[in-house]
């Protein structure tokens, strides 16, 4: 085993030196680091310049033999890594012909087809990346550029300032660590936290699947990701188990880790994913769809167990344009006199005036009231992905009388008011337990009175309020 295997503070020439055995695997996630954080690293080499070193941060490494030789993958610390690149690379490129110092010319020198071979092996698949490393290496020029930044500078950045390094053979080992650290305050969303996971989960014999998994993982939104996670999945699976769900973080991002399907005994319970998910792989690799065209989509559900690696991925997907899909519906306006279309379905005349008003009644935009959307629109989600559209437009008038009860009897709803209304009255818990769409149909809902209405208690404008006349007009409020 090497020197750098275990752990060791390695100052960031001796890690660049490294940079030929070093990789940056498919799992990782895009190159994030803005110029805020260029600027930042470069106030800490002025701030901290008198000090015999100063720590960067940690890097681990999964390392491994290929044909004798020891690879380092990174499995955290991409971020700072590359932005050392190319620091290192704009001193190489703007400085070096100038530079007084000997000793500092032959290590710049040294490192230069170093830092040059590693840059140009690297495929960045992701657009995000592609402009981060784009902006910051301009940005990294222009300061190192500046007179200000001296010789004494550079000597700092190559000597001084340094990276521990811990290398774990285990690659299973190197993720838990990398878990570890992130738990403990690292800034990592959740969703890539679950990507890494999910991405080890792949078996050996689906690596070209995985990369392309990887790359169409990046082509999505970030924060489309966060968003759908933070504010649907999440929600939805913890309501049904009548379960809080007012945060997301790293430290629930466990609810979306399942079962691998390659290494889990055969327990009854995992038989019918097992004979989904083997049944599902075998229709699509019939040479008969190559003819008829038809693909069979894995039939996900919302409060199902997980599968993990491929599955958890598609699933991501597929649930990122079933609510997309949903809530832009939702949202899309239309005249007066036209229905609400959802999925191809059309509303009834009550439906539709329901998701008009939502889409339009001046207090919309208010945080509660926000709150208490995105609750109804949980619901209709997780309602649609059991049933479809079968009663939709009868399911969207009980949901939202369900859901805006809360609105109209709360002076102001905050999340922990959101949460409660749920378990106190849990809908989700119905639509789970549910064997047809009139077991949610047909839930009795109380009517409110007008010494309820605390929404308007202040304002006295409970006749001209629209969501009052909506449960006025469907006999909901006396």
């Not at 689906?206 to 999945?233: G, I, P, Q, R």
Request: proline letters at 2%; glycine letters at 4%; a neutral charge.
């Amino acid at each position: 085993m090497s020197e750098t295997v275990d752990q060791s503070v390695l100052s960031v020439s001796e890690l660049l030196k490294r940079l030929e055995r070093i990789a940056i695997p498919i799992y990782q996630r895009p190159y994030k680091w803005t110029l805020k954080n260029v600027s930042q690293l470069f106030h800490d080499l002025q701030t901290h310049q008198d000090k015999s070193a100063y720590r960067l941060g940690t890097v681990v490494f999964h390392s491994h033999q290929d044909k004798d030789i020891q690879c380092l993958d990174i499995v955290d610390g991409q971020q700072r890594t590359l932005t050392l690149v190319l620091a290192v690379w704009a001193v190489i490129e703007n400085r070096l012909e100038k530079l007084k110092c000997q000793d500092l010319r032959e290590l710049l020198l040294t490192l230069k087809p170093i830092v040059l071979q590693f840059m140009e092996k690297q495929q960045f698949v992701s657009q995000i990346s592609k402009q981060n490393l784009h902006q910051n290496y301009r940005e990294l020029r222009r300061l190192v550029s500046r007179s200000e930044f001296s010789e004494t500078h550079i000597e700092f950045l190559l000597h001084k300032c340094q990276v521990v390094v811990f290398a774990l053979e285990n690659v299973s080992e190197a993720f838990q660590f990398f878990d570890s650290q992130n738990a403990r305050g690292r800034d990592l969303d959740p969703h890539d936290l679950l990507k890494a996971y999910h991405l080890r989960e792949f078996p050996e014999h689906e690596t070209a699947l995985k990369a392309a998994t990887v790359a169409h993982w990046e082509s999505l939104n970030s924060n489309d990701l966060a968003d759908l996670f933070a504010n649907y999945l999440y929600r939805i699976r913890q309501w049904a188990q009548g379960k809080s769900a007012r945060y997301f973080g790293k430290e629930q991002a466990g609810l979306f880790k399942g079962v691998n399907l390659a290494k889990v005994d055969h327990f009854p319970y995992v038989k019918s994913l097992d004979i989904a998910h083997h049944f599902v792989d075998d229709y699509n690799n019939q040479y008969q769809r190559k003819v008829d065209g038809q693909k069979q989509a894995f039939p996900f559900g919302l409060d199902q167990m997980i599968i993990n690696g491929r599955r958890f991925f598609e699933m991501a997907e597929h649930y990122q344009q079933q609510v997309s899909a949903i809530i832009s519906n939702e949202h899309t306006p239309v005249s007066v006199d036209q229905p609400v279309i959802i999925n191809d379905e059309e509303l009834s005349t009550q439906a539709s005036e329901i998701i008009k008003i939502l889409n339009s009644y001046k207090a919309r935009t208010r945080t509660g009231d926000q709150y208490v959307r995105s609750m109804f629109d949980c619901a209709v989600i997780f309602y649609m992905d059991k049933f479809g559209t079968h009663g939709l437009s009868s399911a969207i008038e009980k949901i939202f009388i369900w859901a805006y009860r809360c609105r109209i009897k709360q002076q102001a709803v905050q999340l922990a008011t959101m949460d409660n209304h749920v378990l106190n009255s849990n809908l989700f818990r119905i639509i789970k337990e549910a064997r047809l769409p009139n077991d949610v149909l047909s839930i009795p809902l109380e009517t409110i009175g007008a010494a309820d209405n605390k929404n308007n208690a202040r304002s006295g404008n409970a006749e001209q309020d629209e969501l009052v006349n909506l449960f006025r007009g469907m006999s909901y409020y006396e």
